[in-house]
């Protein structure tokens, strides 16, 4: 920056009033620095918007308990059965939950009087004059009352006469701590500190920070399967098909016409390019026990099966090739165009010294691919591991959770819930441990690799 | 005469004009429900047909109300619940939501809903003919959240034909139900029965007994029949001894030839076409399912072809059903005036003449005990049989904001087992292991 104060402060003099502002304003632009910092903004900002913001989200709400219950945008305070419950249980205060969370209506001088407030017909007061004292356990029973009265009420005007005589909490929701105390005490005007304090944490209802999420985590019997499940799932389709297969089809279309290797390409690239709802729907038909697998076998006396969901193995199988059908073709196309920028006077001169293609590729080939074969496995190690869609869509985790991967176990806590209470907080504590997880082995890759020499520095601006 | 003439005709455009003037009211409400097929369209339908009930009785009153109703079904749970949930964070829940019942815990404790008795008369017309368990329901900490959408029962199925085959005769099968309520016929007898089905190749192995294929309130049932509990005074329950003999009755089923192993995930659509059409011996389903079978799936002559029943009892349990009733909710975040109008509109779709239409048209059973006088309903063999045989004896998931995540861990257990990737004993402790740090004191285990 300090290259752009200088320009600034050396530019000539002023010409107009009007004009003499802007120049020194972008001034700052002539510098590549500047420039560069403009040029990248929107990048920069997307980044931040995408990547870095939901990072952090992840991160701040993995050390909460956030549900759907709780709510994100915070809590209120509210006197709901289980609210009650922790206050018996945890607080031992049993009475005390009985007393505030029994619907209770009781007719009372203070009721009364906030009727005549209301500017209640006097009738109506009057008639509930001479039930004092009597209690109602249940709105409706006491509402039954009010509209026995001679003058009935409508509707709207019961509500509210009912509202004047609840003398408990039970359901009520209050904004603040304040509203809860002040309402607790009209009713039980002798709390001592400890219980408000109980009756404060028991009835909140927003998330809290802890750091449970991660305790359970480590103690679940599931973790450890699932974590096995995605280190295989991401090693076996890396290896086989995303580099593996990858590289079998860029050598294979190499020495073949670039014709044919062409169409040959973008075949290999139609499960890329297709939907991925749709892709999976045709594995499933494929694989279905009404499927065409199950069709064709049937006429060699093989039972028609689901054979995706058959065993766990069959299940595998598939995952591995949905998702590896995918990624392959990404490495085939880089590796394809490595090797086409390997200058042809090496394989030339390979082939005049009498090299097999073996021998080309194991000395030629291989060594001129160590970056794209780096940046394929990493790429796709951090793609696999966040993959969820073809095995959403295909198994689902099944049969019995065989093919639970992390991400999928992620959506399935933090996004799939029976009873409508999503685990936001339990989600997003899997989901960092993810995100550390690739961080962890971009930087490991990048140290095996040694990314240091594989880029050229640059021979200008130092 | 001409002076009262012109007197009358003064007042008369002077009324006119003033009407013209008194301000029209337009009020927006959208309702959105869940797992609505076409066959349950009614639950959104219902408000609409209130909505006209309600602007004529404005009228009446002498005010000009006009609703427009944005109605929204969804085909699905899944789709519907994240929706909801997501669109409530974002502040833009619709006024009406149509789920189940189980919803009201947590989404109460969210400040996602308003308790529809700060609204409703509850002694009027209909709310007063609603059967009580239902409103019970529909209740969390004793404040009624919601109104009944419809009721329901899940009951098991048996082909006829095939019970015929393995040596039942026509007086047996029609004494099946009341020996399944009594205790005689257990789930034992259902995996030996099954087991003769495809013994005898009637049914292909794996379609002797071939249940729900996917996750599902059904699966308490067999919970509860091996004797297990739910919920006790307000806490959930772990019954270990009933949990176990629940996964092992499905891993019986497997290891008998008689369900498949690779059974859940069967997609729903060949799940229906299969049982409607005689691939599988004994099954369970929803009473709702009667539509879906007689309406698309061609099976003409249901009560020809198929018996049904409550679920058996296993060891140390007792024959059951669950209802698991939709509800009417209404969120919070909107303006007063128009969440009494949807309370109203909620009150008025529950009138059991516009209860039945939905009653019939999917199956499902009425909320009203003044449906049974309504002829649509009354004349239906189907909802009028399964009223009878099934409702008396219907229990229903707990109203719990961590029902879900037992649930959850529930469904993971018996997958485990079913699939053979745990034994039952293993996959109860894992639960119990993983309902422990989950829920913690929230959950009594025994």
């Given amino acids: 920056m300090s290259a752009s104060r200088d320009i600034v402060e050396s530019g000539p003099a002023r010409i107009g009033t009007r004009a003499a502002p802007a120049r020194p304003r972008f001034a700052w632009l002539n510098s590549s620095k500047g420039l560069g910092l403009v040029l990248i903004m929107p990048a920069l900002l997307l980044v931040i918007a995408f990547f870095l913001a939901p990072v952090i989200l992840t991160g701040v709400f993995a050390f909460t308990n956030m549900s759907t219950a709780t709510g994100i945008t915070g809590g209120a305070y509210q006197i709901s059965p289980g609210a009650l419950r922790v206050l018996t249980d945890r607080y031992g205060m049993g009475e005390l939950a009985e007393r505030l969370g029994q619907p209770t209506y009781v007719v009372d001088e203070q009721g009364l009087a906030a009727l005549a407030e209301m500017e209640i017909d006097q009738d109506i007061i009057d008639g509930l004059k001479r039930r004092l004292g009597e209690t109602f356990s249940s709105r409706r029973d006491f509402e039954r009352v009010i509209r026995d009265l001679p003058t009935r009420p409508n509707t709207r005007t019961v509500k509210r006469i009912s509202d004047a005589f609840s003398r408990s909490l039970a359901n009520a929701r209050f904004a603040s701590a304040g509203a809860l105390m002040s309402a607790a005490e009209a009713i039980d005007p002798e709390l001592t500190d400890d219980e408000k304090a109980a009756l404060r944490e028991a009835t909140y209802t927003g998330w809290s920070w802890t750091t449970d999420n991660f305790r359970r985590l480590i103690t679940s019997p599931q973790t450890m399967r699932i974590l096995f499940n995605t280190i295989f799932f991401v090693a076996a389709t890396l290896l086989i098909f ?56 049937d006429n060699f006396g093989i039972r028609p099966r689901n054979w995706m969901l058959d065993s766990a193995f069959n299940a595998w199988v598939f995952v591995i090739l ?26 030339h001169a390979a082939s005049v010294d009498g090299a097999y293609r073996w021998q080309q590729i194991r000395h030629i080939i291989l060594p001129h691919l160590k970056w794209p074969i780096l940046f394929v496995t990493c790429y796709q190690t951090l793609s696999l ?29 933090a996004l799939n819930n029976y009873a409508g209470n999503l685990q936001y907080g339990y989600g997003a504590a899997m989901a960092l441990v993810l995100v550390v997880i690739g961080i962890v082995l971009s930087l490991l890759y990048l140290r095996l690799f040694n990314y240091r020499a594989l880029i050229i520095k640059p021979r200008i601006e130092h | 005469m001409t002076k009262h003439l012109l007197k009358s005709t003064v007042a008369a455009v002077m009324l006119v004009s003033s009407a013209g003037l008194a301000s029209t009211e337009e009020v927006k409400i959208s309702v959105w429900s869940g797992g609505t097929s076409p066959n349950d369209i009614y639950r959104v339908d219902a408000i609409d047909i209130a909505a006209d009930l309600l602007e004529r009785e404005a009228a009446v009153r002498g005010e000009d109300l006009q609703i427009t109703v944005e109605k929204k079904p969804t085909n699905t749970w899944d789709d519907f619940k994240q929706a909801v949930t997501l669109a409530a964070e974002a502040g833009n829940a619709p006024n ?16 996602l809903i308003v308790p529809i008795e700060d609204y409703v008369n509850l002694d009027a017309w209909p709310i007063n003919d609603i059967y009580e368990n239902l409103l019970e329901i529909s209740s969390y900490g004793g404040v009624l959240y919601g109104l009944p959408q419809d009721a329901e029962a899940r009951p098991f199925f048996f082909w006829k034909d095939y019970m015929r085959q393995i040596g039942y005769l026509d007086a047996d099968i029609d004494a099946l139900p009341d020996k399944v309520q009594s205790g005689e016929y257990t789930l034992a007898n259902v995996l030996e029965d099954a087991k003769k089905m495809v013994d ?31 919920e006790e005074d307000g806490k959930l329950v772990l019954d270990k001894a009933a949990m176990q003999k629940f996964y092992q009755f499905f891993v019986d089923a497997v290891n008998a030839g008689v369900t498949r192993k690779n059974h859940i995930g069967t997609p729903n659509d060949q799940w229906w076409a299969e049982v409607a059409s005689g691939k599988a011996g004994i099954w369970h389903g929803g009473t709702w399912h009667y539509a879906r079978y007689v309406n698309q799936e061609g099976l003409k002559d249901f009560f020809g072809s198929v018996a049904f029943s409550l679920i058996p009892a296993g060891d140390g349990g007792e024959p059951n059903t669950l209802t698991h009733p939709l509800v009417y909710l209404l969120t919070s975040g909107h303006d007063e005036r128009a969440t009494a109008i949807a309370a109203d509109l909620v009150k008025i779709a529950s009138e059991p003449r516009i209860n039945a239409l939905h009653a019939v048209k999917s199956a499902h059973l009425g909320i009203t005990k003044q449906e049974s006088n309504i002829d649509i309903y009354a004349d239906d063999r189907w909802t009028r049989e399964a ?31 079913w699939t053979g990737q745990k034994t039952p004993e293993q996959a109860v402790n894992d639960l119990e292991a993983e309902l422990k740090n989950g829920l913690g004191e929230a959950i009594v285990i025994r």
Avoid: C
Avoid at chain 1, 269 to 277: E, T
Avoid at chain 1, 322 to 347: C, E
Avoid at chain 1, 385 to 412: F, R
């Fill in chain 1, 242 to 297: 995303n580099t593996g297969f990858a590289m079998l089809l860029a050598i294979a279309t190499h020495y073949i016409p670039d014709r044919p290797a062409g169409i040959f390409r973008i075949i290999w690239f139609l499960p890329r390019i297709s939907p991925a709802v749709i892709y999976v729907l045709l594995w499933k038909w494929l694989a279905w026990d009404t499927g065409f697998l199950s069709a064709f076998l």
């Fill in chain 1, 322 to 347: 949905i998702n590896g059908f995918v990624g392959a073709s990404m490495g085939m196309l880089i590796f394809a165009s490595a090797i086409k920028a390997i200058p042809q006077s090496l394989f």
């Fill in chain 1, 385 to 413: 591991l966040t993959s969820i869609e073809q095995t959403l869509l295909s198994t689902d985790g099944g049969p019995g959770g065989a093919t639970e991967i992390w991400s999928l176990a992620i959506y399935h806590t």
């Fill in chain 2, 96 to 111: 009406i939501l149509v789920t189940g019942h189980e919803d009201i815990a947590p989404w109460a404790q969210a400040g």
């Fill in chain 2, 200 to 230: 005898q190749g009637l049914v292909q192995q794996g379609y002797g007994f071939y249940p729900r294929p996917n996750n599902g309130p059904d699966y308490w049932q067999f919970y509860k029949s091996f004797g297990g509990v739910m």
């Fill in chain 2, 387 to 417: 009223t009878e045989r099934l409702l008396p004896y219907a229990n229903a998931m707990p109203n719990n904001a961590d029902f879900g995540t037992y649930w959850n861990a529930m469904w993971s257990g018996l997958e485990a087992s």
